[in-house]
Nanobody, 115 residues
Framework: QVQLVESGGGLVQAGGSLRLSCATS????????MGWYRQAPGKQREMVAT???????NYADSVKGRFTISRDNAKNTVYLQMNSLKPEDTAVYYC?????????WGQGTQVTVSS
C-alpha cells in the first residue's frame, strides 16, 4: 500500500502563485505515472497535469503555460508549480499515482484563488 501526502495549498489572490507537493510513503518500483487532478464544487474531477517516469508531461488546456509539473524520482515526489492563478483554478487538488495496475489518491489540498 502507498500513501500520498500532499501539501502547499492555500489562499492566494488572482495572479499569484502556489506550489503543491506530493510525496509517497515509500519508494515506488517499476514504471509509474504521477499527476494532479482537481475538483471544484459541483463539478467532476478533472486532470490538471501528469508526468511519466520518462518525463513525458501532459497538461489540461486550461493550465498550459501557467502550471508546471515536475518530479524528483529520488524522493518519489511530484510538484505542481502554479503561476498566474485565476479564480476558476479554485478547487481541491488531488495527487494520483498509477503503478503496476494500482491507483492511489492523496487526501486532497484546497486551493482558493480570490479575485
Amino acid at each position: 500500500q502507498v500513501q500520498l501526502v500532499e501539501s502547499g495549498g492555500g489562499l492566494v489572490q488572482a495572479g499569484g502563485s502556489l506550489r503543491l507537493s506530493c510525496a509517497t510513503s515509500r519508494s515506488i518500483f517499476g514504471p509509474y505515472v504521477m499527476g494532479w487532478y482537481r475538483q471544484a464544487p459541483g463539478k467532476q474531477r478533472e486532470m490538471v497535469a501528469t508526468s511519466t517516469i520518462g518525463d513525458t508531461t501532459n497538461y489540461a488546456d486550461s493550465v498550459k503555460g501557467r502550471f508546471t509539473i515536475s518530479r524528483d524520482n529520488a524522493k518519489n515526489t511530484v510538484y505542481l508549480q502554479m503561476n498566474s492563478l485565476k479564480p476558476e483554478d479554485t478547487a481541491v487538488y488531488y495527487c494520483k499515482l498509477v503503478n503496476r495496475g494500482s491507483i492511489y489518491w492523496g487526501q486532497g489540498t484546497q486551493v482558493t484563488v480570490s479575485s
